[in-house]
């Protein structure tokens, strides 16, 4: 197949949302209200719409009609995901925070709230100094939502220039990097 490069001006603009599927909507709406403060836009309930069979809870952190929507499949049997053995999935998605004070409250707001951290804080980075050696350059710490779907919470992510260089979330070039595509 031989695809033309996509214009600029046509490309999206970015990644919205997420559709998780959780064994109760109830569960979740209290966990991701409680912990990042999400706002119920709208809920459905299965086969309210004959297209959807599925519950429907449209969750939002400000004014966009939803960032995350929780569904869940009455016809279902919903099982708990093991270390070893669960089918393909999501491995986790992400909430920016505005800046490090930002990201500092949810860290102490998920130590509040006695969630497990399952990895971090770290830095995401192999040329920062308190950098961890992996990639993303950024400073997260991850926990688990009730369905045990990962969550990422993080600040200062790099950009990368129009030139392919990454620059961090301070405007500093990162130093012996590049994007792989341009």
């Given at each position: ?74 016809e ?35 130590k ?15 040329f ?39 620059v ?15």
């Amino acid at each position: 197949m031989n695809l033309k490069r996509i214009p600029q001006d046509l490309k999206v603009s970015r990644c919205h949302h997420v559709s998780l599927e959780v064994a109760d909507v109830e569960t979740s709406l209290i966990f991701y209200r409680d912990f990042l403060g999400m706002k119920l836009s709208e809920r459905h309930k299965a086969g309210e719409n004959k297209n959807i069979p599925f519950e429907m809870a449209f969750l939002r952190l400000h004014a966009q009609h939803h960032d995350l929507v929780l569904t869940h499949d009455p016809e279902r049997k919903y099982t708990k995901k093991t270390n070893k053995k669960s089918p393909a999935g999501i491995h986790h998605f992400a909430f920016e925070c505005l800046d490090r004070k930002s990201f500092l409250f949810y860290l102490s707001r998920a130590k509040q709230m006695n969630l497990t951290i399952v990895r971090g804080p770290v830095v995401h980075s192999s040329f920062h100094p308190e950098g961890d050696g992996t990639w993303g350059e950024n400073e997260s710490f991850y926990v688990l939502d009730p369905d045990e779907h990962r969550i990422e919470i993080f600040c200062d992510m790099a950009t990368i220039s129009d030139s392919g260089d990454y620059v961090n979330a301070y405007g500093s070039p990162v130093p012996e990097t590049r994007a792989e595509e341009v």
